[in-house]
């Protein structure tokens, strides 16, 4: 179990991490999400020992790793551009951590061999890392990283540089090969792509602006993002900027919103379906006057002659239904998710089922 | 990253300990409290005329040569042929003849009565020499082109190696011509080698000695000429210190600037085995191009050599005879062995000791903190020192250690070290962090990540460090000579005893002592590019 | 595979490493010529009791058996440190005055005399032979400098060119400066050489302070080649280099025509070249030797003074420096016969070039080369 416990960092005046605090359970794959440059490769080299935090602690399995050299660690770290050793064949770079175990020339062989077919790269021993492919380069320096049987390996964005659809092999192959090393205690993986995300991992942390913004299993992110940030990092693009009046009634370009029970005296207000950190009774007296967001789920919305008036500016085919990008006479854009197809330039009205209340 | 304190040390108690300490009390003892050297200097415009012709023929000389050497460094980097190393090998033997030998040599080709006249005058039905070039300021760009090919070739060809040509590659794709792609493209990734190289032969030819005092002649003078006439024949000391801490200044401000550029030029360059990059001349246009060149660089470096030993056969085997002959049974003879057996000797207790104490040195420099900025030009400092000076130095601080037979390789350590911190350097500041850092992961020590991943891929440049502190060793003279014990002479000491007394025997002594120098010096060279580990590793 | 690269090469790298240090260590010396190298750490210069070490120049040479003579008799072995060229050795002894690197200095000559006793390094030591010595090469009245070898710095010619072309060779150095020896001579700089500044001693010895300036500009009018060193005049200038030169005459020693046979493995019984040898067109050099002021063994160093003015010593100077014994009726080498002696070479008081010397150089170098 690797435990973090309030980490920061500060780069040049600025701080990059602001007290991160992260428990990866054993026999679990953790995904930290977030924009790049939003300080996540930091944690991983902070995890690694290759820099220090300015403050807080990372213990795994209750051990204060502060002062353990990184060669001691039994950590693994896959590194974005892989570095691979240029001087060395595919062979060599796998059996580098094992050499430096000294394990025998039988035991190395036998375990590269291994590694080398978990990677699915049987028979590309002697082959110069230089001359392989993108892809394969990747699942060499996965096999590198596995061989010396970690027990934490932590990958950053390994995935990076692939193109999607060989992505999305890997990804796949990557949750099964990692779930399948019994020595790895667990997984710490990092990128800045949601689907990648959501294949791999057991759990997502979501890091914006050197904090953690939600943590959770991807559903559980799905169904309630916990802020405006969290759902826009997770795909979701019907955001509006919110206001809770004196009386309870949410302002937001598309109209006016009151809790579910108002709206049941009063047919015509639109209902809001959930407000995270808000509860109806604060939101009903008006008491919380703070900006929120709305969010609004593309299959929340039905087209109809009544309701918002709107004009469809694009409508493509996607996975059995058809999404739509349609923009109201107030000029908000909304995408929504409906069964049949739009004519381009139809004029149509939005009914919305219910909107979330998130904190902005 | 942090720096790298304790590998410092080393370099630096070295430094301190040999360089520094005697220069200090020379200079002190030369001022002796009063600085009328330096107000001579300021008052008399001629030190001020020698000082820019040393700038202005070190920079026309210094550009010359990366004008002639870079196509051969782009031919050795990007193309396979057979003898490449032999090649190479060749091209650092002019860096190791003494200034004395090249001179005859230049002067049996270029003089009024020497081949190449003679030959247009039949030829042309010309009364007169039509070349008339030695005591000019040609014959000196001639000479230092002759003589720092090898560090461009080297210090350049070694970095271009290594350059991922994907790149040049993705600029052609991208719509650029040849032309555009090298200025735009490659010339940039190479730069830090570039600079590298051009630095170090800018402060040769700014420190020149020979070459300008013996086929510049006496009307053309450098700084360092100047020194040595004021220290030796004037025993102006006061003057000479002036002037030392002028070139000093000078050459201090020159590394640090450059030095400063060279570290701003510096990027993780992907770097790729040289097997795949490098590829045989194809088309007829290439094959023209890469023979033609290597044929002209022959033709350039190696006419001097090859009359020197053509020469040295003018009485068969007969000087070669005599060397072993201590007809006059003088005290002073060298059996010709022994002169080799010394140089050698000095020569491998130099390689340890630059090698060792330049790569020490240069990886505190890759860090770039503020004390690496000022100690990267400080490293350089003793190239840029008269060894006359430096040599009265050791007399005055050294004690009961000048006498000291290690003072030779010491000398020449100083003089290479600077070479070796030069042809690491870049090499050292492109190896991408993440490969160290990849394998302390997967549970390397910091010592051992050195042995697996820097040394291995540095190989090739500390080969080139390793050549280089060879040649200066093998062919130093102005230093050895002042501190070189009469019963250990290296081979340049013995070629000028017998170049010290007239007749023809004496010459052709020297001349087939020179040939033993270049076929030692070009064995070994070979035998140490061998060493290079593997031809499919860096 | 590349493992095994790696430490062959590594395994390579250290057996030279061991090769060459092995060489260079005396117990298994290979070779008969005793070398002594330490096996760790420096010499100490003190010398033990019985060792004598004596500064010099890098022309000095000597027979093997000669010196061998001297250790035995008097019971030392001798160290000859040579520090560079004669000038650059003198200054070497005179920096390290305070704590000296040796116990006797060998060749300073009359050009550098001044500047040795101004120095005040040299302790006064008169040998009981000294008596005998012309008193032309005694220099120095308190003796702490004795003359042990004298030659002379003149004008060679190359024979063969100026019968080629039926002129006589110059006789005087007025003739350098007449039309018909345009653009033949060559002469070294006085700054650097020193038979440079040998030969500017005798212009102005031949034409005095106030004139010699003239007959150089003249002689820079009529074409005269400069060059530092020489080794560059003497190999590559001259026509009888063979290596390019062609000039005619070259300012040169008195007996490098006989050593120009000496060392032509028989091959000349001729000299190549003459001498110019009219009135003032030569200058005498004049080599002296000198105890040390606080040598650690000035008995030693005594007796080698003693032992450089012995017929021994003197006999075997011509051969090993090409020069002449100072004791009168030393007994020369037969290939001395080729070698010439001006009649009255140029004559410069000691006392007139301590003054000037520096002051002459630099109004030469004004009038000839800038």
Same mark, same amino acid.
């Given at each position: 179990m690797l435990k973090i416990i309030n980490v920061t960092k500060t780069y040049a005046g600025a701080p990059l991490l602001r007290g991160i605090s992260l428990t990866i359970n054993d026999g679990e794959i953790m995904c930290l999400l977030g924009s790049s440059g939003g300080g996540k490769t930091t944690l991983l080299r902070i995890i690694a020992g290759l820099e220090p935090a300015d403050a807080g602690e990372i213990f795994f399995d209750d051990q204060n790793m502060r002062d353990a050299p990184i060669h001691q660690r039994g950590f693994g770290l896959m590194f974005q551009d892989l570095a691979l050793f240029p001087h060395k064949n595919v062979f060599e770079n796998v059996a580098f951590g094992l050499r430096m175990q000294s394990a025998s020339r039988a035991e190395i062989r036998a375990r590269v061999n291994e590694m080398l077919e978990l990677v699915g790269l &049987?028979?590309? &021993? &002697?082959?110069?890392?230089?001359?392989?492919s993108g892809g394969e380069q990747q699942r060499v320096a996965l096999a590198r990283s596995l061989a010396p049987r970690p027990r934490l390996l932590m990958l950053d964005e390994p995935l990076g540089a692939l193109d999607r659809i060989l992505r999305e092999q890997l990804v796949a192959d990557l949750r099964a090969i990692l779930k399948r090393i019994g020595t790895l205690r667990a997984a710490l993986y990092v990128t800045h792509d949601q689907d990648e995300a959501f294949a791999i991992a057991d759990r997502i942390a979501i890091i914006h602006a050197g904090r953690i913004a939600q943590i959770g299993a991807a559903a559980e992110l799905y169904r309630a993002p916990a802020s405006a940030f969290v759902a826009r990092f997770l795909g979701m693009t019907n955001l509006f900027p919110a206001r809770v009046c004196a009386d309870g009634r949410v302002e937001t370009e598309l109209g006016t919103f009151v809790t579910a029970s108002e709206a049941k005296q009063s047919p015509s207000e639109l209902e809001i379906a959930s407000a995270q950190s808000f509860d109806s009774a604060s939101l009903r007296s008006g008491s919380h006057l703070a900006m929120t967001s709305a969010l609004i789920r593309p299959d929340r919305v039905r087209v109809g002659a009544s309701g918002v008036p709107a004009r469809v500016e694009e409508c493509t085919f996607r996975a059995g239904r058809y999404r739509a990008r349609v923009v109201t006479d107030r000029g908000a854009r909304l995408t929504i998710e409906i069964d049949r197809a739009l004519a381009i330039d139809a004029r149509v009205g939005l009914e919305i089922e219910s909107v979330e209340l998130l904190p902005a | 990253m942090k720096t790298h304190r304790p590998a410092l040390l080393l370099p630096l108690a070295f430094l301190a300990a040999f360089y520094v300490y005697p220069l200090a009390a020379i200079l002190q003892t030369s001022f002796s409290g009063d600085t009328r050297g330096l107000a001579e200097l300021c008052a008399d415009a001629y030190y001020a005329r020698v000082l820019a012709f040393t700038v202005f023929q070190a920079a026309l000389s210094t550009l010359l040569t990366l004008v002639v050497a870079l196509p051969a460094a782009y031919i050795f980097a990007r193309y396979d042929f057979r003898g490449a190393r032999v090649l190479r090998a060749l091209t650092t033997l002019p860096f190791l003849m003494p200034t004395i030998v090249v001179a005859t040599a230049f002067s049996a080709l270029f003089g009024p009565r020497g081949s190449v006249n003679l030959a247009l005058m039949q030829f042309l039905q010309l009364d007169q020499p039509p070349i008339q070039i030695l005591n000019t300021l040609w014959v000196i760009l001639l000479a230092h082109t002759f003589y720092n090919f090898t560090i461009v070739l080297r210090i350049v060809g070694g970095f271009w190696a290594n350059l991922d040509p994907q790149v040049e590659n993705a600029a052609r794709v991208l719509g650029a011509n040849r032309a555009r792609t090298f200025l735009h493209v490659t010339l940039p990734l190479i730069a830090p080698a570039i600079v590298a190289a051009a630095l170090l032969v800018f402060i040769f030819d700014f420190t020149s000695f020979g070459v300008v005092l013996i086929l510049g002649g006496p009307r053309l003078a450098t700084l360092e000429v100047e020194i040595y006439r004021q220290t030796v024949n004037l025993f102006n000391l006061p003057i000479a210190a002036a002037l030392s801490l002028a070139q000093l200044v000078c050459t201090f401000a020159l590394m640090y600037v450059y030095t400063r550029l060279q570290a701003r030029l510096a990027q993780p360059l992907r770097l790729r085995p040289q097997a795949i990059v490098k590829r045989k001349p194809q088309r007829a246009r290439e094959k023209i191009f890469v023979w033609g060149y290597l044929t002209a660089m022959l033709v350039f470096l190696m006419t001097p050599l090859v009359s020197v030993i053509a020469a040295s056969f003018e009485d068969g085997s007969g000087y070669y005879a005599e060397l072993f002959i201590n007809r006059r049974g003088s005290i002073m003879f060298v059996p010709p062995m022994e002169a080799v057996r010394n140089s050698l000797f000095f020569a491998a207790i130099t390689i340890v000791l630059a090698v060792g104490l330049g790569l020490l040195a240069a990886y505190a420099l890759v860090s770039q903190s503020r004390a690496a900025r000022i100690l990267d030009p400080v490293f350089m400092l003793p190239l840029g020192t008269s060894a006359v000076t430096l040599g009265f130095g050791f007399i005055l601080a050294l004690g009961n250690l000048r006498a000291s037979i290690w003072l030779v390789p010491i000398a020449h350590a100083l003089i290479a070290f600077p070479f070796v911190v030069r042809s690491l350097l870049p090499m050292l500041r492109s190896i991408q962090p993440q490969l160290r850092q990849a394998a302390q992961i997967l549970g390397a020590s910091p010592a051992r990540v050195w042995r697996e991943i820097d040394l291995p891929i540095v190989a090739r440049a500390v080969i080139v460090g390793a050549v280089f502190a060879f040649t200066v060793s093998m062919g130093e003279f102005g230093a050895t000579a002042l501190v070189a014990r009469p019963e250990l002479p290296t081979i340049p000491l013995a070629i000028y005893r017998f170049l010290g007394q007239p007749g023809l025997v004496n010459f052709g002594q020297a001349l087939a002592l020179s040939t033993i120098l270049m076929v030692v010096s070009a064995a070994a060279i070979v035998a140490m590019e061998r060493l290079r580990v593997g031809e499919s590793e860096f | 595979m590349n493992k095994f690269y790696i430490v062959s090469a590594l395994a390579l790298i250290a057996l030279a490493l061991i090769g060459c240090a092995a060489a260079g260590t005396p117990t298994p010396a290979p070779t008969a010529t005793p070398i002594t190298m330490p096996t760790a750490g420096p010499k100490p210069t003190i010398p033990p009791p019985g060792e004598l070490v004596v500064m010099t120049h890098d022309s000095f040479a000597a027979s093997e058996g000669v010196i061998k003579a001297f250790e035995t008799t008097a019971n030392v072995k001798l160290k000859i440190l040579k520090s560079g060229d004669a000038g650059a050795a003198l200054n070497k002894a005179i920096l390290a005055k305070s704590n000296p690197l040796a116990d006797a200095f060998f060749g300073v000559d009359n050009t550098f005399l001044s500047r040795a006793l101004n120095a005040d390094i040299f302790e006064a030591y008169k040998p009981a032979s000294a008596s005998n010595l012309p008193a032309a090469f005694a220099l120095d009245p308190d003796f702490k400098l004795t003359p042990t070898d004298y030659g002379d710095v003149c004008l060679n010619y190359d024979r063969a060119y100026f019968q080629k072309k039926t002129l006589a060779p110059p006789q005087t150095l007025d003739d350098l400066t007449k039309p018909q020896y345009k653009s033949l001579t060559v002469v070294e700089n006085p700054a650097t050489s020193s038979p440079g500044l040998a030969f500017l001693l005798a212009t102005v010895g031949q034409f005095g302070k106030d004139k010699y300036l003239d007959f150089w500009k003249a002689l820079r009018a009529n074409d005269v080649l400069v060059t530092e060193g020489w080794e560059d005049a003497y190999y590559a200038k001259s026509s009888w280099g063979g290596k390019g030169g062609d000039r005619p005459i070259v300012v040169s020693y008195a007996t490098s025509p006989a050593a120009e046979v000496f060392f032509s493995d028989g091959k000349?019984?001729?000299?190549?070249t003459g001498n110019v040898l009219g009135d003032g067109a030569c200058f005498r050099q004049v080599e002296f030797v000198g105890v040390l002021k606080g040598a650690k063994n000035p008995d030693a160093a005594r007796k080698f003074v003693d032992f450089m003015l012995s017929a021994k010593f003197q006999e075997d100077v011509p051969a090993q420096m090409f020069v002449y014994p100072v004791m009168p009726g030393t007994k020369l080498p037969a290939f001395f016969k080729f070698a010439e002696s001006p009649k009255k070479p140029a004559v410069v008081s000691t006392a007139d070039i301590n003054a000037n010397r520096d002051a002459w150089i630099k109004a030469w170098t004004d009038a000839v080369l800038r």
């Amino acid at each position: 179990m690797l435990k973090i416990i309030n980490v920061t960092k500060t780069y040049a005046g600025a701080p990059l991490l602001r007290g991160i605090s992260l428990t990866i359970n054993d026999g679990e794959i953790m995904c930290l999400l977030g924009s790049s440059g939003g300080g996540k490769t930091t944690l991983l080299r902070i995890i690694a020992g290759l820099e220090p935090a300015d403050a807080g602690e990372i213990f795994f399995d209750d051990q204060n790793m502060r002062d353990a050299p990184i060669h001691q660690r039994g950590f693994g770290l896959m590194f974005q551009d892989l570095a691979l050793f240029p001087h060395k064949n595919v062979f060599e770079n796998v059996a580098f951590g094992l050499r430096m175990q000294s394990a025998s020339r039988a035991e190395i062989r036998a375990r590269v061999n291994e590694m080398l077919e978990l990677v699915g790269l &049987a028979g590309f &021993a &002697a082959r110069d890392v230089n001359n392989l492919s993108g892809g394969e380069q990747q699942r060499v320096a996965l096999a590198r990283s596995l061989a010396p049987r970690p027990r934490l390996l932590m990958l950053d964005e390994p995935l990076g540089a692939l193109d999607r659809i060989l992505r999305e092999q890997l990804v796949a192959d990557l949750r099964a090969i990692l779930k399948r090393i019994g020595t790895l205690r667990a997984a710490l993986y990092v990128t800045h792509d949601q689907d990648e995300a959501f294949a791999i991992a057991d759990r997502i942390a979501i890091i914006h602006a050197g904090r953690i913004a939600q943590i959770g299993a991807a559903a559980e992110l799905y169904r309630a993002p916990a802020s405006a940030f969290v759902a826009r990092f997770l795909g979701m693009t019907n955001l509006f900027p919110a206001r809770v009046c004196a009386d309870g009634r949410v302002e937001t370009e598309l109209g006016t919103f009151v809790t579910a029970s108002e709206a049941k005296q009063s047919p015509s207000e639109l209902e809001i379906a959930s407000a995270q950190s808000f509860d109806s009774a604060s939101l009903r007296s008006g008491s919380h006057l703070a900006m929120t967001s709305a969010l609004i789920r593309p299959d929340r919305v039905r087209v109809g002659a009544s309701g918002v008036p709107a004009r469809v500016e694009e409508c493509t085919f996607r996975a059995g239904r058809y999404r739509a990008r349609v923009v109201t006479d107030r000029g908000a854009r909304l995408t929504i998710e409906i069964d049949r197809a739009l004519a381009i330039d139809a004029r149509v009205g939005l009914e919305i089922e219910s909107v979330e209340l998130l904190p902005a | 990253m942090k720096t790298h304190r304790p590998a410092l040390l080393l370099p630096l108690a070295f430094l301190a300990a040999f360089y520094v300490y005697p220069l200090a009390a020379i200079l002190q003892t030369s001022f002796s409290g009063d600085t009328r050297g330096l107000a001579e200097l300021c008052a008399d415009a001629y030190y001020a005329r020698v000082l820019a012709f040393t700038v202005f023929q070190a920079a026309l000389s210094t550009l010359l040569t990366l004008v002639v050497a870079l196509p051969a460094a782009y031919i050795f980097a990007r193309y396979d042929f057979r003898g490449a190393r032999v090649l190479r090998a060749l091209t650092t033997l002019p860096f190791l003849m003494p200034t004395i030998v090249v001179a005859t040599a230049f002067s049996a080709l270029f003089g009024p009565r020497g081949s190449v006249n003679l030959a247009l005058m039949q030829f042309l039905q010309l009364d007169q020499p039509p070349i008339q070039i030695l005591n000019t300021l040609w014959v000196i760009l001639l000479a230092h082109t002759f003589y720092n090919f090898t560090i461009v070739l080297r210090i350049v060809g070694g970095f271009w190696a290594n350059l991922d040509p994907q790149v040049e590659n993705a600029a052609r794709v991208l719509g650029a011509n040849r032309a555009r792609t090298f200025l735009h493209v490659t010339l940039p990734l190479i730069a830090p080698a570039i600079v590298a190289a051009a630095l170090l032969v800018f402060i040769f030819d700014f420190t020149s000695f020979g070459v300008v005092l013996i086929l510049g002649g006496p009307r053309l003078a450098t700084l360092e000429v100047e020194i040595y006439r004021q220290t030796v024949n004037l025993f102006n000391l006061p003057i000479a210190a002036a002037l030392s801490l002028a070139q000093l200044v000078c050459t201090f401000a020159l590394m640090y600037v450059y030095t400063r550029l060279q570290a701003r030029l510096a990027q993780p360059l992907r770097l790729r085995p040289q097997a795949i990059v490098k590829r045989k001349p194809q088309r007829a246009r290439e094959k023209i191009f890469v023979w033609g060149y290597l044929t002209a660089m022959l033709v350039f470096l190696m006419t001097p050599l090859v009359s020197v030993i053509a020469a040295s056969f003018e009485d068969g085997s007969g000087y070669y005879a005599e060397l072993f002959i201590n007809r006059r049974g003088s005290i002073m003879f060298v059996p010709p062995m022994e002169a080799v057996r010394n140089s050698l000797f000095f020569a491998a207790i130099t390689i340890v000791l630059a090698v060792g104490l330049g790569l020490l040195a240069a990886y505190a420099l890759v860090s770039q903190s503020r004390a690496a900025r000022i100690l990267d030009p400080v490293f350089m400092l003793p190239l840029g020192t008269s060894a006359v000076t430096l040599g009265f130095g050791f007399i005055l601080a050294l004690g009961n250690l000048r006498a000291s037979i290690w003072l030779v390789p010491i000398a020449h350590a100083l003089i290479a070290f600077p070479f070796v911190v030069r042809s690491l350097l870049p090499m050292l500041r492109s190896i991408q962090p993440q490969l160290r850092q990849a394998a302390q992961i997967l549970g390397a020590s910091p010592a051992r990540v050195w042995r697996e991943i820097d040394l291995p891929i540095v190989a090739r440049a500390v080969i080139v460090g390793a050549v280089f502190a060879f040649t200066v060793s093998m062919g130093e003279f102005g230093a050895t000579a002042l501190v070189a014990r009469p019963e250990l002479p290296t081979i340049p000491l013995a070629i000028y005893r017998f170049l010290g007394q007239p007749g023809l025997v004496n010459f052709g002594q020297a001349l087939a002592l020179s040939t033993i120098l270049m076929v030692v010096s070009a064995a070994a060279i070979v035998a140490m590019e061998r060493l290079r580990v593997g031809e499919s590793e860096f | 595979m590349n493992k095994f690269y790696i430490v062959s090469a590594l395994a390579l790298i250290a057996l030279a490493l061991i090769g060459c240090a092995a060489a260079g260590t005396p117990t298994p010396a290979p070779t008969a010529t005793p070398i002594t190298m330490p096996t760790a750490g420096p010499k100490p210069t003190i010398p033990p009791p019985g060792e004598l070490v004596v500064m010099t120049h890098d022309s000095f040479a000597a027979s093997e058996g000669v010196i061998k003579a001297f250790e035995t008799t008097a019971n030392v072995k001798l160290k000859i440190l040579k520090s560079g060229d004669a000038g650059a050795a003198l200054n070497k002894a005179i920096l390290a005055k305070s704590n000296p690197l040796a116990d006797a200095f060998f060749g300073v000559d009359n050009t550098f005399l001044s500047r040795a006793l101004n120095a005040d390094i040299f302790e006064a030591y008169k040998p009981a032979s000294a008596s005998n010595l012309p008193a032309a090469f005694a220099l120095d009245p308190d003796f702490k400098l004795t003359p042990t070898d004298y030659g002379d710095v003149c004008l060679n010619y190359d024979r063969a060119y100026f019968q080629k072309k039926t002129l006589a060779p110059p006789q005087t150095l007025d003739d350098l400066t007449k039309p018909q020896y345009k653009s033949l001579t060559v002469v070294e700089n006085p700054a650097t050489s020193s038979p440079g500044l040998a030969f500017l001693l005798a212009t102005v010895g031949q034409f005095g302070k106030d004139k010699y300036l003239d007959f150089w500009k003249a002689l820079r009018a009529n074409d005269v080649l400069v060059t530092e060193g020489w080794e560059d005049a003497y190999y590559a200038k001259s026509s009888w280099g063979g290596k390019g030169g062609d000039r005619p005459i070259v300012v040169s020693y008195a007996t490098s025509p006989a050593a120009e046979v000496f060392f032509s493995d028989g091959k000349l019984k001729e000299p190549p070249t003459g001498n110019v040898l009219g009135d003032g067109a030569c200058f005498r050099q004049v080599e002296f030797v000198g105890v040390l002021k606080g040598a650690k063994n000035p008995d030693a160093a005594r007796k080698f003074v003693d032992f450089m003015l012995s017929a021994k010593f003197q006999e075997d100077v011509p051969a090993q420096m090409f020069v002449y014994p100072v004791m009168p009726g030393t007994k020369l080498p037969a290939f001395f016969k080729f070698a010439e002696s001006p009649k009255k070479p140029a004559v410069v008081s000691t006392a007139d070039i301590n003054a000037n010397r520096d002051a002459w150089i630099k109004a030469w170098t004004d009038a000839v080369l800038r």
